[in-house]
């Protein structure tokens, strides 16, 4: 996977700098849109798991649910901060400003600090059970965001535009974007596995008697000076 979508990753971006043609209006300062536009569907697509992980967590209790849950708030901030970047850069060229309070940025803004603040939650909740259950509450209120930021165009009419569909631009930008896009989506699923991984194995820890520790663990050995004593 890993080989994959760095090749895809490599060839979109390739596509996307030199093999599509300039915009009509933009120039080349458009091509931005082959980065910033698949960071955000992967952001938006993190977060909609995150919202489910976080539903089914408080319907049925597991420290798998509860381990996703983190890894994609997590990698869809990462994302999601990683795609208001990109599109503040392509901001100044095209609205002479690197930051404008236009609906959909604020909204995004928002959202990326609901965030923020799900994570802060569980770094500072030691209690395991607590943690997941408030956080679950807490990214399930956060979620509220991602449809305004997603509508946000249509709602109100400001300086972002409207979301492009492959009716309303040049079939090789297509090509290229979904490159990228596909690009975007293994490096999402490998930073998510990995992310999921690391979580699961601390909540694990975290969760386990002394007496189930392995022999090797410090914790263990301790425990069982202290029996013999």
């Given at each position: 996977?890993?080989?994959?979508?760095?090749?895809?990753?490599?060839?979109?971006?390739?596509?996307?700098?030199?093999?599509?043609?300039?915009?009509?209006?933009?120039?080349?300062?458009?091509?931005?849109?082959?980065?910033?536009?698949?960071?955000?569907?992967?952001?938006?697509?993190?977060?909609?798991?995150?919202?489910?992980?976080?539903?089914?967590?408080?319907?049925?209790?597991?420290?798998?649910?509860?381990?996703?849950?983190?890894?994609?708030?997590?990698?869809?901030?990462?994302?999601?901060?990683?795609?208001?970047?990109?599109?503040?850069?392509?901001?100044?060229?095209?609205?002479?400003?690197?930051?404008?309070?236009?609906?959909?940025?604020?909204?995004?803004?928002?959202?990326?600090?609901?965030?923020?603040?799900?994570?802060?939650?569980?770094?500072?909740?030691?209690?395991?059970?607590?943690?997941?259950?408030?956080?679950?509450?807490?990214?399930?209120?956060?979620?509220?965001?991602l449809p305004i930021v997603?509508?946000?165009?249509?709602?109100?009419?400001?300086?972002?535009?409207?979301?492009?569909?492959?009716?309303?631009?040049?079939?090789?930008?297509?090509?290229?974007?979904?490159?990228?896009?596909?690009?975007?989506?293994?490096?999402?699923?490998?930073?998510?596995?990995?992310?999921?991984?690391?979580?699961?194995?601390?909540?694990?820890?975290e969760v386990a008697m002394p007496?189930?520790?392995?022999?090797?663990?410090?914790?263990?050995?301790?425990?069982?000076?202290?029996?013999?004593?």
């Amino acid at each position: 996977m890993t080989v994959v979508g760095l090749g895809l990753l490599v060839l979109g971006n390739w596509m996307g700098l030199v093999w599509t043609p300039s915009e009509r209006e933009m120039g080349d300062v458009y091509r931005i849109i082959y980065v910033h536009v698949p960071a955000m569907w992967m952001a938006m697509l993190a977060l909609v798991v995150n919202f489910a992980c976080c539903v089914a967590y408080l319907l049925d209790s597991s420290w798998k649910t509860d381990a996703l849950a983190e890894a994609t708030a997590e990698v869809g901030l990462l994302f999601g901060t990683y795609g208001l970047v990109l599109g503040s850069i392509w901001g100044k060229p095209t609205w002479g400003t690197y930051w404008d309070w236009d609906p959909r940025l604020t909204a995004m803004a928002i959202m990326l600090v609901t965030y923020v603040a799900y994570m802060a939650l569980r770094r500072f909740v030691e209690d395991p059970e607590k943690r997941a259950v408030w956080s679950s509450v807490v990214g399930i209120i956060s979620f509220v965001n991602l449809p305004i930021v997603w509508f946000s165009v249509k709602w109100w009419r400001s300086l972002h535009q409207v979301q492009s569909t492959p009716k309303t631009v040049d079939p090789d930008m297509t090509l290229a974007l979904r490159v990228n896009a596909w690009a975007s989506l293994i490096l999402l699923t490998l930073f998510l596995l990995h992310r999921y991984r690391t979580a699961l194995a601390t909540r694990e820890a975290e969760v386990a008697m002394p007496d189930a520790l392995p022999p090797d663990v410090p914790g263990s050995r301790d425990n069982r000076a202290s029996e013999v004593a």
